[in-house]
T-cell receptor, first 116, second 111 residues
């Protein structure tokens, strides 16, 4: 079991470009979370998804940011028209939908976005 | 709404000294509380959860519903405990449990 896989690990974009971050959850996990970590700050919740369903996106900026978790394939966090303030580490975590581990998150290594 | 507060950004202690990392929460229902740890150049990982009531690497945490706290404690700090510690709360309804993290406390153990 490869755990939670995130790619790319590092992404550099110029202002105005699009950034796409991918997350493959652990095998058997159907819930995905995205968090953002700004330099010297903690983890800020962005969005919580189940396959083909956004459960809670209250932490996601209303503009330029979107997330999906399709029936097949990884979850994708998409940032359009990036700005310098989007530079951060983006962490994905997954959990099973039920059972004793349902609330326990397994994290990926993160994707570090740098906007020039 | 659910909220987790970790008042200290940085906590420095000497090796062998006791450690207490503070965590307070706000949630209207019955939450589940966790501590996660991130060692240097490693992924964030679960340290312990309140329902397990176990000690991991010498750390314990007791849920105090009256004070809405879940402080992390260790009687004698070791250098390898230096890391970033996050308190987290899981709560929700309808079968969906959103996990909210505090801003984290960096523990620095001085040799």
């Amino acid at each position: 079991n490869a755990g939670v896989m995130q790619n790319p690990r590092h992404l550099v974009r110029r202002r105005g470009q699009e950034a796409r971050l991918r997350c493959s959850p652990m095998k058997g996990h159907s819930h995905v979370y995205w968090y953002r970590q700004l330099p010297e700050e903690g983890l800020k919740f962005m969005v919580y998804l189940q396959k083909e369903n956004i459960i809670d996106e209250s932490g996601m900026p209303k503009e330029r940011f979107s997330a999906e978790f399709p029936k097949e394939g990884p979850s994708i966090l998409r940032i359009q028209q990036v700005v310098r303030g989007d530079s951060a580490a983006y962490f994905c975590a997954s959990s099973p939908s039920r059972g004793p581990g349902a609330n326990v998150l397994t994290f990926g290594a993160g994707s570090r976005l740098t906007v020039l | 709404a659910q909220r987790v507060t970790q008042p200290e950004k940085l906590l420095s202690v000497f090796k062998g000294a006791p450690v207490e990392l503070k965590c307070n929460y706000s949630y209207s229902g019955s939450p589940e509380l966790f501590w996660y740890v991130q060692y240097s150049r490693q992924r964030l990982q679960l340290l312990l959860r309140h329902i397990s009531r176990e000690s991991i690497k010498g750390f314990t945490a007791d849920l105090n519903k009256g004070e809405t706290s879940f402080h992390l404690k260790k009687p004698f700090a070791q250098e390898e405990d230096s890391a970033m510690y996050y308190c987290a709360l899981s709560g929700g309804s309808g079968g969906y449990q959103k996990v909210t993290f505090g801003t984290g406390t960096k523990l620095q153990v001085i040799p």
